[in-house]
């Protein structure tokens, strides 16, 4: 019985994301996560100690603390009422999904270049990358924007939603733990080079499956709303591997076919140039209008994904009632 509810606590939790987003000023557990990492990280990080021991026990810190006490409150809350489990289940699944956030945040950097206002338009997409924004043109924004789009499509959508289904709201939190440190200090520079390896890793194995099936998911995405599905398949298979990461290509490669853009490619970050291999072919110039096309990828994979993984749960609970499980 606990699983049927919080199967329907899954589809709830979707459903109350894509209605409510994140209203401002409501309290978010992954904001609650990052004051949780950069806490213990000045904490434990030690420019004259061993910060990959040190980053090794700050990312157990934060896993045990953050998938931990979800696990515990879920234990509790179902023990004493399933109802009461159910809801606190669909909150934890709702504040893991970040479908709407994703198009509010990427619409308001469309409505500045629609507006002609390059510097609003810069301003609301810092909002959502890492790189220096300060410097990118129109087709920079722009870029900057469908690339995080696209490979948000998978961390912020299809990684959560994978881990509910094999875990619940528990499994939910436990990935986000580990993507909001691996977004925190999983960078190669001085700093975190060795204190954020073992979060970077483990982000790059959390990952590994979701990213796959977020690219698969968009590939079929773009031949249901009539993109170039057979272009996002060839683009896939050719550049799902153009970068550091084993994962961030997959959908940013999906995406770049899809819609015949050149993604990626040089960037700025901290007043650094990194060199980063191009993705996809230049077959149409980039234009405001790919971020609402990307918007309409990412609504059409998050339904894929839903569905898939709410036939697969809803097929194991009828399994186990029949066999009496």
């Not at 956030?101 to 338009?121: I, M, T």
């Not at 979701?210 to 550049?239: E, H, N, Q, T």
């Amino acid at each position: 019985m606990i699983f049927l509810y919080s199967t329907v606590a899954l589809g709830l939790g979707f459903m109350l994301d894509l209605i409510f987003g994140d209203p401002q000023g409501f309290p978010h557990i992954v904001r609650l996560f990052g004051f949780l990492i950069s806490t213990l990280e000045r904490l434990l990080w030690n420019e004259k100690g061993n910060n990959r021991l040190n980053g090794l026990v700050f990312t157990l810190l934060v896993l045990f603390l953050c998938s931990g006490i979800p696990f515990l409150l879920l234990f509790f809350a179902y023990r004493f009422h399933p109802v009461l489990g159910f809801f606190t289940e669909t909150f934890f699944c709702y504040q893991c999904i970040s479908v709407k956030d994703l198009r509010v945040e990427s619409e308001r950097v469309y409505n500045a270049l629609k507006a002609g206002d390059l510097e609003g338009a810069r301003f609301a997409v810092s909002r959502i990358v890492g790189r220096d924004t300060e410097r990118l043109d129109e087709a920079g924004v722009t870029r900057a924007t469908v690339e995080t789009v696209a490979e948000n499509t998978s961390d912020g959508v299809g990684a959560p939603l994978f881990y509910m289904a094999l875990g619940g709201g528990a499994a939910a939190c436990f990935y986000k733990a580990a993507n909001t440190m691996d977004s925190m200090v999983g960078y190669k520079n001085n700093r975190y080079i060795h204190f954020g390896c073992a979060a970077a890793r483990l982000d790059d194995v959390l990952n590994f499956l979701p990213s796959r099936l977020s690219a698969l998911a968009m590939i079929a995405a773009a031949f249901m709303v009539r993109y170039d599905g057979k272009g996002a398949f060839r683009i896939w298979r050719r550049d799902r591997r153009k970068h550091p990461s084993p994962n961030a290509a997959q959908t940013e490669a999906a995406c770049a076919g899809a819609l015949g853009l050149r993604l990626s490619g040089p960037a700025y970050y901290h007043g650094v140039c990194e060199g980063k291999p191009e993705i996809g072919d230049p077959i149409h110039r980039i234009e405001e209008k790919d971020i609402k096309r990307s918007i309409t990828l990412l609504y059409g994979v998050a339904f894929i994904i839903f569905i898939l993984l709410m036939g697969l749960r809803l097929c194991l609970y009828m399994a186990a009632t029949y066999t009496g499980l």
